[in-house]
């Protein structure tokens, strides 16, 4: 059973803090993997994909990927209170283009 | 990315109904996909919508409840059958685009069974 977990939080920062998710998965043969932002109400965006030990900028936000120890961060700079929403992990493996979803992390950024 | 449109948005409907919701990609895409949210949940694979052919059902899901059709690559239905309060979910329909195989959501289907 691949399983992708995630600490449901809420994980509570002030506005201008550094947020950071992380993110575990079973599956050690998992190769590509996503953040999606779901603001409440509203159905998962995509915000980053990684599939490379290491990490990847884009804007306020950067991945990082673990292989060895099977778990992928999402960092969100200069945190804003729109950032307030649930993220969701999310792991590919296989070759398989269906992900396993995390249950997710309520992020909260206060002014 | 592809766009993906989701219809109805929400619905409230009785109890023994049922009810079809459709999704349109505005490009051919060959994988597409039906999840459900329920309420403080994450995502739930249904199945695959396969074009031209029958829907490949996860494990608790099955062809009588939730039949789909997808007559084409840029076109799919989801329908929920003999609905129940159990039912009451967000439907999203998703479509792997591109090279990388990202995953990208239509906007939401949320379906309240009374």
């Known amino acids: 059973q691949k399983e992708v977990e995630q600490n449901s939080g809420p994980l509570s920062v002030p506005e201008g803090a550094i947020a950071s998710l992380n993110c575990t998965y079973s599956d050690r043969v998992s190769q590509s993997f996503f953040w999606y932002r779901q603001y409440s109400g509203k159905s998962p965006e995509l915000i980053m994909s990684i599939y490379s030990n290491g990490d990847k900028e884009d804007g306020r936000f950067t991945a990082q990927l673990n292989k060895a120890s099977q778990y992928v961060s999402l960092l969100i700079r200069d945190s804003q209170p729109s950032d307030s929403a649930t993220y969701l992990c999310?792991?590919?493996?296989?070759?398989?283009?269906?992900?396993?979803f995390g249950r997710g992390t309520s992020l909260i950024v206060h002014p | 990315s592809a766009v993906i449109s989701q219809k109805p948005s929400r619905d409230i409907c009785q109890r023994g109904t049922s009810l079809t919701i459709q999704c349109q990609v505005d490009?051919?895409?060959?994988?597409m996909f039906w999840y459900r949210q329920q309420p403080g949940q994450s995502l739930t694979l249904i199945a695959t919508?396969?074009?031209?052919?029958?829907?490949?059902?996860e494990s608790g899901f099955v062809i009588d409840k939730f039949p789909i059709s997808r007559p084409n690559l840029t076109f799919s239905t989801l329908t929920v059958s003999n609905m129940s309060p159990e039912d009451s979910s967000i439907y999203l329909c998703s479509v792997v685009w591109g090279a990388s195989g990202e995953l990208f959501f239509g906007e939401g289907s949320r379906l309240t069974v009374l």
């Open positions: 999310a792991a590919t493996s296989g070759g398989s283009y269906i992900p396993t």
């Open positions: 490009s051919q895409v060959t994988m």
């Open positions: 919508a396969n074009q031209g052919s029958e829907a490949t059902y």
